[in-house]
């Protein structure tokens, strides 16, 4: 797949591949949320369409950002995994958090408030090692097998 990017700004280049309004949501879904199987994805609260859930995480994957592969003793599930450029938007993903809780509680009040948006609220870093070493200790149990 050929990329077209806008420009040469490394803004606008990285918002050509994650600034779409699911590709964020899908990795802070598998980050955050478990969320592996294109069942995960489909029971979500935020409420995906099939032909995009299907459209985005193929260009997720031709991107780089994850890989599909399978657990061995289920052969027809493919199953969705961060790569390391995808861990590496980890940042990107708390600090859209941090921002949220700032400044968009007064036009969405049931943005979520429990313990991980404490943790966020005051140790944004913490935060981030947390569900970072959650998503990899996750990996490091599971064997998966390469998609064919």
Not at 36 to 57: M, V, Y
Not at 100 to 120: A, Q, Y
């Amino acid at each position: 797949m050929e990329t077209k990017f806008r420009c040469n700004c490394p803004f606008t280049s990285a918002l050509d591949i994650i600034g779409d309004k699911w590709m964020l949501v899908i990795v802070k879904q598998m980050l955050i949320e478990n969320k592996q199987t294109f069942k995960d994805f489909t029971e979500s609260d935020e409420g995906i369409a099939t032909n995009i859930l299907t459209a985005k995480l193929k260009q997720l994957e031709e991107f780089g950002i994850i890989i599909k592969t399978r657990l061995p003793n289920n052969k027809k599930s493919n199953i969705y995994l961060l790569t390391e450029k995808g861990l590496a938007m980890i940042p990107i993903i708390i600090e859209l958090g941090i921002w949220s809780d700032n400044h968009l509680r007064d036009l969405n009040p049931t943005i979520v408030n429990g313990k991980g948006m404490e943790l966020l609220r005051t140790n944004k870093a913490e935060f981030g090692r947390v569900i970072e070493q959650q998503y990899r200790e996750k990996l490091a149990t599971t064997t998966y097998i390469t998609h064919s």
